[in-house]
């Protein structure tokens, strides 16, 4: 989606964290210790901790992450978002954009019943929460326990070698995803993750699809054109390229994507997100719906495949 140029960003709503060396490791306070399972809330279901491999989930024993981080901007890392005043600026740069959407995605979510604002924070390398210490391996995460969104924004291009198109709503549905998970923090459901961590029918999984349906919630509505309020909307109308952007990446954490590239084979027992497909469906669920209501993957029978 394209910010339309005029379109004033709020950059309250972000803020960096530090920039860092090292792994840190998980940290054993602030109350996580049974807790670790429901504030894993990874897209490759990892743990928080520094050092080598990433531990668990579906992209357990992979080799650490590196990235080319020389076109991504950094001000926001530091906490520095002067530069990012318009849509304009959120076309322009990665960072920008993350601030846009996340005003985009919580004016949604801030006229329903019961909302409460999220910060995200940008950072890099690592960064210290109050589910723990982590640095980038382990992707955009969302901490019920400070209920603040991380991310580096690095990570995209991860997720473009991973299978994502690199495009603007492929990275927007990432942060939308992970606001999914605050809204099911603030239902009470994000618990059932840790219930019923594992499995193709798992707690998990149905947790993981319901923020991915979420997040098309947010797509179907953030132009405006289906409540007739393009006028306050910050973004232009979505085209099907777009919609296709936001799929592929979807698409490319996908449990069973993800198994098969790192380990050769697809072990649904393992699964914590969900496959590439069912990711792809509960998307255009809520993007196809737009009701947050046609996303209650904790009652329904099916899925998918």
């Not at 690592?126 to 995460?141: E, H, K, L, N």
Request: charged share 20%; aromatic share 8%; net charge negative.
């Amino acid at each position: 989606m394209t910010f339309k140029d005029s379109a004033r960003l709020d950059t309250s709503q972000v803020g960096g964290g530090r920039r860092g060396r090292g792994g840190g490791g998980l940290a054993a306070g602030g109350g996580l210790g049974g807790l670790l399972l429901l504030v894993l809330y990874l897209f490759f279901g990892g743990d928080l901790g520094g050092g080598g491999s990433q531990g668990g989930g579906a992209g357990g024993g992979t080799t650490p992450w590196t990235f080319d981080t020389g076109r991504v901007q950094q001000e926001g890392a530091q906490g520095d978002f002067s530069h990012c005043r318009t849509g304009a600026d959120a076309n322009e740069h990665l960072d920008c954009r993350v601030v846009g959407t996340v005003n985009s995605v919580q004016r949604f979510w801030g006229g329903t019943q019961g909302y409460e604002p999220a910060r995200t924070i940008i950072f890099t390398d690592v960064v210290s929460t109050g589910c723990g210490t982590a640095d980038r391996r382990v992707g955009p995460f969302y901490c019920p326990l400070d209920s603040q969104v991380y991310l580096d924004v690095s990570f995209f291009e991860q997720l473009e070698a991973m299978g994502g198109d690199g495009g603007a709503l492929s990275q927007m549905y990432v942060v939308a995803h992970e606001y999914g998970h605050h809204v099911q923090n603030l239902a009470g459901v994000l618990s059932r993750s840790q219930q019923d961590p594992r499995g193709p029918e798992s707690g998990a999984v149905r947790v993981e699809l319901q923020a991915d349906c979420y997040a098309g919630v947010w797509v179907a509505h953030a132009d405006g054109t289906r409540t007739g309020s393009t006028a306050e909307a910050m973004l232009q109308p979505i085209t099907r390229d777009q919609l296709e952007s936001a799929l592929s990446a979807a698409e490319a954490v996908g449990d069973d994507r993800i198994q098969e590239r790192a380990q050769g084979r697809v072990r649904p027992e393992n699964w914590t997100h969900g496959s590439s497909a069912q990711r792809r469906q509960w998307f255009l669920t809520g993007y196809e719906s737009g009701d947050p209501s046609a996303c209650d993957t904790f009652a329904a029978d099916d899925l998918g495949r």
